[in-house]
């Protein structure tokens, strides 16, 4: 009898050594089975939405240069990328003739003068009328001198041709001896510094934009690099594909950009007093957006509206409180309820 009662007590001895351990276990497979995520605590803030276009630049002062007269090129005195200066020389036409036309108009002037002065002896020229004077001017030739020199010297300088503003010569493709009309294009003068920006948004997006409005502008040979412009002018009709066209002047120089370059633009719109989340934060759920908070120690999955976004956050709409503690890694392969392991983070969110 006393062989049995030893016997059940070391097999009860046993098995709470075995209920133990199996606790024991469980709780070390619990903190096995716990995610390691970072949080942080949301609230309220100014986000700035971001809208993204694909736009093309164009020259403000861009003009085709033309000769007013036809004849041989004699001179080309300048090369494409060439910077000039306005009134600078660019070309010149066969006009020996013309030159010669000028300088026989201004000795017709000077003989008229002469003869205006021998006639004026004969007058007290401190009385002479102003319709006197004119007749005298007349008869001695003055005025017809005068006329004909202008005139010589509008044809000359119609052989000339030179820069209406300070610019770089572009699609010059004539060579001295070409000859050439008034259909012709000598070349094309571009201000490299005074560029347009032409692009379209969604008719949607059309309460975001307004005129004076700053936008970014990056190419897309140097996505390093962004400048600014500002909105000039916003087309008041939405076309067949639902865009608005938009026009905005690039006030940074230097820029490098080119006439027809493709570039990105960028429109930030800031939205006052809502709560904002990192990219990382939202996950796709059953086709839904959500944003997992924490709960004691538990993983609380959240549907959300998204508002806006930009390069690196959302704006939240609706599904989140401010002060919620929403969960930014390790939430890919979360479940809702699922126990964590939390570490708070700091928000190093740009929100821009």
Same mark, same amino acid.
Not at 176 to 183: A, E, R
Not at 314 to 332: E, P
């Given at each position: 009898?006393?062989?049995?009662?030893?016997?059940?007590?070391?097999?009860?001895?046993?098995?709470?050594?075995?209920?133990?351990?199996?606790?024991?276990?469980?709780?070390?497979?619990?903190?096995?089975?716990?995610?390691?995520?970072?949080?942080?605590?949301?609230?309220?803030? @100014?986000? =700035?939405?971001?809208?993204?276009?694909?736009?093309?630049?164009?020259?403000?002062?861009?003009?085709?240069?033309?000769?007013?007269?036809?004849?041989?090129?004699?001179?080309?005195?300048?090369?494409?990328?060439?910077?000039?200066?306005?009134?600078?020389?660019?070309?010149?036409?066969?006009?020996?003739?013309?030159?010669?036309?000028?300088?026989?108009?201004?000795?017709?002037?000077?003989? %008229?003068? #002469?003869?205006?002065?021998?006639?004026?002896?004969?007058?007290?020229?401190?009385? @002479?009328?102003?319709?006197?004077?004119?007749?005298?001017?007349?008869?001695?030739?003055?005025?017809?001198?005068? #006329?004909? !020199?202008?005139? %010589?010297?509008?044809? =000359? /300088?119609?052989?000339?041709?030179?820069?209406? &503003?300070?610019?770089?010569?572009?699609?010059?493709?004539?060579?001295?001896?070409?000859?050439?009309?008034?259909?012709?294009?000598?070349?094309?003068? @571009?201000?490299?510094?005074?560029?347009?920006?032409?692009?379209?948004?969604?008719?949607?997006?059309?309460?975001?934009?307004?005129?004076?409005?700053?936008?970014?502008?990056?190419? &897309? %040979?140097?996505?390093?690099?962004? &400048?600014?412009?500002?909105?000039? /002018?916003?087309?008041?009709?939405?076309?067949?594909? $639902?865009?608005?066209?938009?026009?905005?002047?690039?006030?940074?120089?230097?820029?490098? !950009? !080119?006439?027809?370059?493709?570039?990105?633009? &960028?429109?930030?719109?800031?939205?006052?007093? *809502?709560?904002?989340?990192?990219?990382?934060?939202?996950?796709?759920?059953?086709?839904?957006?959500?944003?997992?908070?924490? /709960?004691?120690?538990?993983?609380?999955?959240? =549907?959300?509206?998204?508002?806006?976004?930009?390069?690196?956050?959302? %704006?939240?709409?609706? $599904?989140?409180?401010?002060?919620?503690?929403?969960?930014?890694? $390790? #939430?890919?392969?979360?479940?809702?309820?699922?126990? *964590? #392991?939390?570490?708070?983070?700091?928000?190093?969110?740009?929100?821009?």
């Amino acid at each position: 009898m006393r062989k049995i009662l030893f016997i059940s007590l070391l097999f009860c001895i046993s098995c709470e050594r075995k209920v133990d351990r199996a606790i024991k276990d469980n709780d070390e497979l619990s903190k096995v089975k716990q995610k390691k995520v970072e949080v942080f605590l949301i609230k309220r803030n @100014i986000f =700035y939405k971001t809208i993204i276009s694909n736009g093309k630049i164009s020259f403000l002062k861009k003009n085709q240069l033309y000769f007013k007269s036809t004849d041989k090129l004699t001179s080309v005195n300048v090369k494409n990328g060439q910077k000039v200066n306005k009134n600078q020389l660019l070309a010149s036409l066969e006009n020996n003739l013309l030159k010669n036309n000028v300088d026989k108009a201004k000795i017709e002037l000077q003989k %008229a003068n #002469n003869e205006l002065k021998e006639k004026k002896i004969n007058y007290n020229q401190e009385i @002479i009328s102003p319709t006197t004077l004119k007749s005298l001017q007349i008869k001695s030739g003055v005025l017809e001198a005068k #006329n004909n !020199l202008e005139r %010589a010297q509008i044809e =000359y /300088e119609q052989t000339l041709l030179k820069a209406p &503003f300070s610019g770089v010569i572009a699609n010059l493709e004539k060579k001295q001896g070409d000859f050439i009309t008034t259909s012709d294009v000598f070349c094309t003068i @571009i201000n490299p510094n005074a560029l347009e920006v032409s692009f379209s948004v969604l008719e949607n997006e059309f309460g975001f934009i307004s005129k004076g409005q700053e936008i970014e502008i990056q190419s &897309f %040979a140097n996505k390093d690099q962004q &400048f600014k412009g500002v909105i000039t /002018e916003i087309n008041p009709i939405v076309d067949k594909n $639902g865009l608005i066209k938009i026009k905005a002047k690039v006030i940074s120089k230097n820029t490098g !950009l !080119l006439d027809g370059m493709n570039v990105k633009v &960028f429109i930030n719109k800031p939205l006052k007093d *809502v709560l904002v989340v990192p990219k990382e934060a939202l996950v796709l759920r059953s086709n839904r957006e959500v944003v997992f908070t924490i /709960e004691n120690g538990l993983a609380k999955w959240n =549907y959300v509206e998204v508002a806006g976004e930009n390069n690196d956050s959302y %704006a939240i709409k609706k $599904g989140l409180k401010a002060t919620d503690t929403i969960i930014v890694s $390790g #939430n890919l392969n979360l479940s809702h309820d699922a126990k *964590v #392991n939390a570490t708070f983070v700091t928000d190093n969110s740009t929100q821009k």
